[in-house]
Nanobody, 118 residues
Framework: QVRLVESGGGLVQAGGSLRLSCAASGSIFKTSNLGWYRRTPGKERELVAR???????NYADSVKGRFTISRDNDKNTVYLQMSSLKPDDTAVYYCNAYGNVGFPWDYWGQGTQVTVSS
């Protein structure tokens, strides 16, 4: 049915950059709000960035000014451009799509590992 597949994670040196992508299948992408979350072992899942259907964005204070979320509705893809990466950014990053147009939905990808070395 609806699938979200993250890609672009990997190992990077502190100060480097990565661009994460989340490709979505299904017909509800354009009416979905989209977000990136991350999970570090021993910590709660936290919101990294979010973008609404109208293009409004918000970011965690820890990444503001370094990360940028964007979406391409023609490609059914949401991106997270990450710059000036820090070791504290190390986590599994998850893509999320949610909405409530006629019915509620809340889809998640399987995650992609980002590791930032000192």
């Amino acid at each position: 049915q609806v699938r979200l597949v993250e890609s672009g994670g990997g190992l990077v040196q502190a100060g480097g950059s990565l661009r994460l992508s989340c490709a979505a299948s299904g017909s509800i992408f354009k009416t979905s709000n989209l977000g990136w979350y991350r999970r570090t072992p021993g910590k709660e899942r936290e919101l990294v960035a979010r973008i609404t259907t109208g293009g409004s964005t918000n970011y965690a204070d820890s990444v503001k000014g370094r990360f940028t979320i964007s979406r391409d509705n023609d490609k059914n893809t949401v991106y997270l451009q990450m710059s000036s990466l820090k070791p504290d950014d190390t986590a599994v990053y998850y893509c999320n799509a949610y909405g409530n147009v006629g019915f509620p939905w809340d889809y998640w990808g399987q995650g992609t590992q980002v590791t930032v070395s000192s």
